[in-house]
T-cell receptor
C-alpha cells in the first residue's frame, strides 16, 4: 500500500534554532501534502496544505514566516520551524493522498516529535 | 459551517463489543473516515463510508447514515491493543478533512 515516510522521528533543539522535517511519499506522487500539529491529548490541527510547485496554503493563525513549507518535488515536502521556541514543542505529522486510491484516504507519516529546550 | 462530535472517552472490557458514535453537521459531504491513533504515533486508516450502510472489515465495522449526520465505529472481540484514540473525520465539499477531537478508548482486562 501507499507509504508516507517522515524524518526525523525525534528532534531536540535549542531555543532560537531552526528545525527541518521531511515528508516523502515513497510509492506515489503527491501534488498535495498536509502538515498537522498535535499537542498532547488534543486532536490533529491542520497547519498548512503543501502544493507542489506553488506556495503553501496556511490555516488561520499559523505563521507562514515561522513555519516554512517547501514542496519542490512530487515526492517531498519539508516543514522548517524557524527560530523555534518551547511553545513550538509538539508532534508534527504529514500526510498525503494516493491519487490511485478511490477514496480520499490520507496516508500519514510516522510523525516527528519536536522538543525545544 | 461544519461540526463533528464524538465522546471524549470510553471504557470497555477485553473481549466485549464497543460502539463509538460520531455525529456531524456539514453543508458538503464526500465521505466519512475513521482512524486509529495509538499514543505517540500517527493515525492509521480504519474505514471509509460514503454511502449509507455498514462496512465490515474483520473485527471493525463502520456505519453511516447521511440523512441523520451519524456514523459509528463498532469494535468486536476487543483486545488490549485496541486501546487507542479513534478519530472521526469528515471530508467536505472541497475534499478537505475535518477532524473530530477523537475518542480515547480504554480497554480493561
Amino acid at each position: 500500500g501507499a507509504v508516507v515516510s517522515q524524518h526525523p522521528s525525534w528532534v531536540i533543539c535549542k531555543s532560537g534554532t531552526s528545525v527541518k522535517i521531511e515528508c516523502r511519499s515513497l510509492d506515489f506522487q503527491a501534488t498535495t501534502m498536509f502538515w498537522y500539529r498535535q499537542f498532547p491529548k488534543q486532536s490533529l490541527m491542520l497547519m498548512a496544505t503543501s502544493n507542489e510547485g506553488s506556495k503553501a496554503t496556511y490555516e488561520q493563525g499559523v505563521e507562514k514566516d515561522k513555519f516554512l513549507i517547501n514542496h519542490a518535488s512530487l515526492t517531498l515536502s519539508t516543514l522548517t520551524v524557524t527560530s523555534a521556541h518551547p511553545e513550538d514543542s509538539s508532534f508534527y505529522i504529514c500526510s498525503a493522498r494516493d491519487p490511485r486510491a478511490d477514496s480520499g484516504e490520507l496516508f500519514f507519516g510516522e510523525g516527528s516529535r519536536l522538543t525545544v529546550l | 459551517g461544519q461540526n463533528i462530535d464524538q465522546p471524549t472517552e470510553m471504557t470497555a472490557t477485553e473481549g466485549a463489543i464497543v460502539q463509538i458514535n460520531c455525529t456531524y453537521q456539514t453543508s458538503g459531504f464526500n465521505g466519512l473516515f475513521w482512524y486509529q491513533q495509538h499514543a505517540g504515533e500517527a493515525p492509521t486508516f480504519l474505514s471509509y463510508n460514503v454511502l449509507d450502510g455498514l462496512e465490515e472489515k474483520g473485527r471493525f465495522s463502520s456505519f453511516l447514515s447521511r440523512s441523520k449526520g451519524y456514523s459509528y465505529l463498532l469494535l468486536k472481540e476487543l483486545q488490549m491493543k485496541d486501546s487507542a484514540s479513534y478519530l472521526c473525520a469528515l471530508m467536505d465539499s472541497n475534499y478537505q478533512l475535518i477532524w473530530g477531537a477523537g475518542t480515547k478508548l480504554i480497554i480493561k482486562p
